[in-house]
C-alpha cells in the first residue's frame, strides 16, 4: 500500500466558538495546500481512499486534497485521526483499509511525527511535521508491528 499522511494547512488561531476542532484554514493555508497537492497529483498521487480528522481544518483540507487529486468518493472521518490520538489507533484504522492501493490521511501534529515513526519501525525517528507537508510511506505488511519504507516527504517550503 502506498500511504500517504498529510498534515491540515495552516489555520486560524482561534475559532469563533474557541474550540480548537473549530479552527478553520486561512485563505494562505488553502493557497499552500493547492500548491503541494499540485506537485504531489505530478509525483502521481491517486488516492483510492481518503480519512480524516473530523476537526474542521482536516475535513477542509481534505476537501481540497480530493478536488486536487481528482478523487471522487467520499472522505471518511475517524476520531483515529485526532491530535492526540494514539499512533496505535490510527495503525488499527489503516489495517482495517488494507486492501486499499493507495490511502491518504489528513491529520495533525503530535499524531503524524509519532506515527511516521511506528509505521517506519524507528522509535528513535523525529519528523518535524510542517502544516501542509505531506509524506509517503510504503506499508509491506499488515502485522500488529507496522513495517513501512519511506519514499518522500514534501513541504510546503519546497514547493511555494
Do not use: C
Not at 491540515?8 to 476542532?21: F, K, L, P, Q, Y
Not at 481512499?49 to 475517524?78: G, H, Q
Request: charged residues 25%; proline residues 4%; glycine residues 4%.
Amino acid at each position: 500500500m502506498e500511504l500517504y499522511l498529510l498534515r491540515h494547512g495552516i489555520a486560524e488561531d482561534v475559532s469563533s466558538t474557541g474550540r480548537d476542532s473549530d479552527r478553520a484554514l486561512t485563505a494562505e493555508g488553502k493557497r499552500k495546500l493547492r500548491e503541494i497537492l499540485k506537485v504531489a497529483a505530478q509525483a502521481e498521487l491517486r488516492p483510492t481512499l481518503i480519512l480524516s480528522s473530523p476537526y474542521k481544518r482536516a475535513i477542509e483540507t481534505a476537501a481540497i486534497a480530493a478536488k486536487s487529486l481528482a478523487y471522487k468518493a467520499d472522505v471518511i472521518e475517524s476520531s483515529a485521526f485526532v491530535p492526540n490520538a494514539h499512533p496505535n489507533e490510527l495503525w488499527e484504522e489503516i489495517r482495517m483499509h488494507k486492501s486499499e492501493a493507495r490511502l491518504l490521511i489528513v491529520s495533525h501534529e503530535p499524531l503524524l511525527s509519532t506515527a511516521a515513526s511506528l509505521l517506519l519501525n524507528s522509535s528513535s525517528l523525529r519528523v518535524d511535521f510542517k502544516k501542509g507537508a505531506i509524506l509517503r510511506i510504503d506499508i509491506e505488511g499488515f502485522s500488529a508491528q507496522p513495517h513501512g519504507t519511506l519514499k518522500w516527504y514534501l513541504t510546503p517550503r519546497l514547493v511555494v
